[in-house]
């Protein structure tokens, strides 16, 4: 596989606390690319796009749920929420007014492996972006009462989620999967964790994981690289993150690999009109050579409306208004999933259908065009969904962040290009074959699926 080409590193700036500065590639179908490595172990990296008029600005730290003890569950995501209620600077009104007074907009999320904290701004308000966005991650106060504040809003999220079949049952697979396992947890916590959880136990997660060496800062559009690590520099100089020399942190390592559950059913009782219902099992980690085939795999499977199980299940049967499959990655494992959403009464049916859709596949494998198809889906919205700045700073932090690496474009497209049947077809009849757990929310009880 082709990588992106790294040139010789420029040092910036005297004496000990140089900053090492490497143009990564200069794509055709973007801008230049180029990452800079701060003494403190801190990366910035960026892309140059000048027909642009707006920068995204990200700040991405490699810490999520899966990084919690059980006590701790949900304290990622509580942080997450806290950082924008105020710092010694600023507080929560100061941080949201200076960002909407200019006409941009501020946002964060959590997953299992990573939070992120962005910005999208016009260029010219790039200064301002950098200045409040390093301040909130950087130097929060975490108030005692902006903590009690925030805890009651979570306890909503939390009920709100619970309120949502819809993606209830995608969290009650993770953990029909995973268990206790952090992986089968919900990022936010429950109300069980949140409740009892204390200021003192956030500071000292926030303190001991949110440091230089685990962050990633990532920005695209009309910028020039040096004024913004210039930026990044002034706007850390004196917090928490202003530390002594360190190098950065290295990958989430992919050993030891999590131990899957027992295949079984987990079944939520709840009186909806249409039940949910999910059919999974252990993926592919998100470094696995074989992720390509699968995001084709997986385009011909569930992908899209002329998918194997949309025409099957919808279209000739009309069992169900919505049924897709996908796939998560994570650093040593992953999950291949099956959704559908169908009346009670035809539950029975649907899973019939796409375990018989999934061994068929699991046997035979997929046909030429069905190649052609799964591999043109997965190339345009690779390419479509680079045509605004804030996918591509995503991609800029994701590459650092979680493949050590960012592989170009027109690589990447080609990589896609080579997946061949056979390559297809092997996943097929390793994943599809394994056995698979379910998770239904719905008017059930477990013993409607205890086989």
Request: aromatic share 6%; charged share 25%; net charge negative.
């Amino acid at each position: 596989m082709s990588r992106a080409k790294r040139t010789n590193p420029v040092a910036v700036g005297g004496g000990a606390a140089r900053a090492v500065t490497r143009v990564v590639n200069s794509d055709p179908l973007g801008g230049t690319v180029r990452r800079t490595v701060l003494p403190s172990g801190l990366r910035v990296l960026t892309e140059a796009i000048p027909t642009m008029r707006s920068v995204s600005f990200g700040i991405w730290v490699a810490v999520g749920s899966r990084d919690e003890t059980r006590p701790q569950s949900g304290v990622s995501h509580f942080l997450e929420h806290l950082l924008f209620k105020g710092t010694h600077k600023r507080g929560a009104l100061d941080i949201s007014a200076a960002i909407e007074a200019v006409g941009g907009e501020t946002n964060a999320f959590t997953t299992k492996e990573y939070t992120c904290y962005y910005a999208r701004v016009l260029d010219q308000d790039l200064p301002l972006a950098v200045d409040v966005m390093c301040d909130l991650v950087a130097d929060s106060v975490l108030d005692p009462a902006d903590v009690e504040t925030e805890r009651g809003v979570i306890l909503e999220e939390i009920a709100m989620h619970d309120d949502e079949p819809g993606d209830e049952v995608h969290d009650l697979l993770s953990r029909a999967i995973y268990g206790d396992h952090p992986l089968g947890r919900l990022i936010s916590g429950t109300e069980e964790t949140i409740t009892p959880m204390s200021r003192r136990q956030i500071q000292s997660f926030y303190r001991r994981r949110y440091t230089p060496s685990s962050i990633v800062i990532s920005a695209a559009g009309n910028l020039d690289h040096a004024t913004v690590v210039r930026q990044v520099r002034q706007a850390l100089q004196g917090t928490p993150l202003d530390t002594d020399a360190a190098p950065p942190a290295p990958l989430r390592p992919a050993e030891p690999t999590v131990r899957p559950r027992k295949p079984g059913s987990l079944v939520e009782h709840k009186e909806t009109e249409q039940a949910h219902v999910v059919l999974g099992c252990p993926g592919i980690g998100r470094l696995d050579d074989r992720r390509f085939a699968l995001g084709v795999l997986n385009n011909v499977l569930g992908g899209g409306m002329s998918s194997r199980l949309f025409q099957e299940i919808r279209e000739r049967r009309g069992l169900a208004y919505s049924v897709y499959s996908y796939s998560s990655q994570y650093a040593d494992t992953g999950l291949f999933a099956v959704y559908a959403g169908c009346a009670p009464g035809k539950v029975d049916e649907v899973l019939d259908l796409i375990r018989a859709e999934l061994a068929q596949v699991a046997a035979h494998g997929i046909t030429e065009a069905e190649l052609a198809r799964g591999k043109g889906m997965a190339k345009g919205s690779y390419v479509l969904n680079l045509e605004d700045t804030g996918s591509r700073m995503s991609r800029l932090a994701k590459g650092e962040l979680l493949y050590g690496d960012l592989l170009p474009v027109d690589a990447l497209l080609s990589r896609i290009d080579a997946v061949g049947a056979d390559e297809v077809n092997a996943l097929a009849a390793d994943l599809l074959a394994r056995p698979m757990s379910l998770a239904v929310v719905g008017p059930f009880d477990a013993d409607d699926f205890a086989n």
